[in-house]
T-cell receptor
Framework: QKEVEQDPGPLSVPEGAIVSLNCTYS??????FMWYRQYSRKGPELLMY????GNKEDGRFTAQVDKSSKYISLFIRDSQPSDSATYLC???????????FGKGTRLSVIA | DAGVTQSPTHLIKTRGQQVTLRCSPK?????VSWYQQALGQGPQFIFQ???????QRGNFPDRFSGHQFPNYSSELNVNALLLGDSALYLC???????????FGSGTRLTVV
């Protein structure tokens, strides 16, 4: 079993839809949870960052962490074609410890 | 303010050759980490440098080595290249006292 599991998709939705992305993990020592967006041939760009459990909202994006279930989610409201990218979840045990990534989910938002 | 700069952008090498990739961290950052991202996979941690020393290392063979210079820039060296080393190599910089990584756009290495 991999430390972080993420469905690679691809996921295709119409413009304006609510998108739900998620990851599960096995290492209970993870404390920091991140979502990165990666456009083709580019490096990952940090979208959301959460410490421990709870919810965090930033504009159209909401990140949720449920440590009891070892499950994290990213919701994108009113999705736009510009949201089309690969979304990577990442986790770490402490500050500046290595990030452990999921495989990434490829999302296409169709106009 | 420049972010993380990596060079070269692309390169093609032959099996058995050696390669050096370079990274300039974001201004103010003092820690550099390297990741390998194979096609269709998430990035995998190779190693991290702080104060010119390797602080942490992932599950990569000794063919992968690195260096950090006094100006915090870093190099990743890979010896005896294998076809399986073909990947996007990402550099991420951070400040040891704060949480948060900034990634560069990567170097795409193709081994033929």
């Amino acid at each position: 079993q991999k430390e972080v599991e993420q469905d690679p998709g691809p996921l295709s939705v119409p413009e304006g839809a609510i998108v739900s992305l998620n990851c599960t993990y096995s290492n209970s020592a993870f404390q920091y949870f991140m979502w990165y967006r990666q456009y083709s041939r580019k490096g990952p760009e940090l979208l959301m960052y959460t410490y421990s459990s709870g919810n965090k909202e930033d504009g159209r994006f909401t990140a949720q962490v449920d440590k009891s279930s070892k499950y994290i989610s990213l919701f994108i409201r009113d999705s736009q074609p510009s949201d089309s990218a690969t979304y990577l979840c990442a986790m770490s045990e402490a500050g500046n410890t290595p990030l452990v990534f999921g495989k990434g989910t490829r999302l296409s938002v169709i106009a | 303010d420049a972010g993380v700069t990596q060079s070269p952008t692309h390169l093609i090498k032959t099996r058995g050759q050696q390669v050096t990739l370079r990274c300039s961290p974001k201004s103010g950052h003092d820690t550099v980490s390297w990741y390998q991202q194979a096609l269709g996979q998430g990035p995998q941690f190779i190693f991290q440098y702080y104060e010119e020393e390797e602080r942490q290392r992932g599950n990569f063979p000794d063919r992968f080595s690195g260096h950090q210079f006094p100006n915090y820039s870093s190099e990743l060296n890979v010896n005896a290249l294998l076809l399986g080393d073909s990947a996007l190599y990402l550099c991420a910089s951070s400040l040891v006292s704060l949480y948060g990584y900034t990634f560069g756009s990567g170097t795409r290495l193709t081994v033929v």
